[in-house]
């Protein structure tokens, strides 16, 4: 049980053009998804805090205008990279919890390169 | 956030036990020590976790120190599967729906063949 996936797995896209990353909980309905992001060689950097039915919420530094979230169900959540550059190609990765502040169970990753 | 101390690095032999340290000197009382790994190129994975009694599952064991201010995730017998980083974390008991878990630099463990 607890199954998180995401699509696509990979993706490689123009420079300015903007790609959605798709987040589900398969087997249970998370309350709440988190979005990382990890660069070559480093760890996982929380990027947003993503509620069903409300606002997500971002860490400092991470532009919301660019990374748009959407948690429109409790099955489903959405990154937008918009008008994406080279340097946000990175590995992002999705966890989801069903007890608030329960353990997170993570997907297995979508890596953006922007060419 | 209570912080980890973990080594960047370690090697082991296939087939031999692992022993996996972590420092976390700042612990509070209602921190649990949790471990996950993250293969190559995958999402991290949960291992264990514990609060004050060490705990066995099938994948690990992690034995904590009786102040708590280190704990050790203890892999009985190494297989080139488990070529990972494993990462130390301490999560709160109670949250709000806010992030609890925080990730360090981990420690990548090489399995030789």
């Known amino acids: 049980g607890a199954v998180v996936s995401q699509h696509p797995s990979w993706v490689i896209c123009k420079s300015g053009t903007s790609v959605k990353i798709e987040c589900r909980s398969l087997d249970f309905q998370a309350t709440t998804m988190f979005w990382y992001r990890q660069f070559p060689k480093q760890s996982l950097m929380l990027m947003a805090t993503?509620?069903?039915?409300?606002?997500?919420?971002?860490e400092q530094g991470v532009e919301k205008d660019k990374f748009l979230i959407n948690h429109a169900s409790l099955t489903l959540s959405t990154l937008t990279v918009t008008s994406a550059h080279p340097e946000d190609s990175s590995f992002y990765i999705c966890?989801?919890?069903?007890?608030?502040?329960?353990?997170?169970?993570f997907g297995p990753g979508t890596r953006l390169t922007v060419l | 956030d209570a912080k980890t101390t973990q080594p960047n690095s370690m090697e082991s032999n296939e087939e031999e036990p692992v022993h996996l340290p972590c420092n976390h000197s700042?612990?509070?009382?209602?921190?649990?020590i949790h471990w996950y790994r993250q293969l190559p190129s995958q999402g991290p994975e949960y291992v264990i976790h514990g609060l004050t009694s060490n705990v066995n599952n099938r994948m690990a064991s992690l034995a904590i120190a009786e102040d708590r201010k280190s704990s050790t995730l203890i892999l009985h017998r190494a297989t080139l599967r488990d070529a990972a980083v494993y990462y130390c974390i301490l999560r709160k008991a109670v949250q709000t729906g806010a992030n609890n878990l925080f990730f360090g630099t981990g420690t990548r463990l090489t399995v030789i063949p």
């Open positions: 993503s509620n069903e039915g409300s606002k997500a919420t971002y």
């Open positions: 700042t612990i509070s009382g209602t921190d649990y």
């Open positions: 966890s989801a919890t069903f007890l608030v502040g329960g353990e997170q169970f």
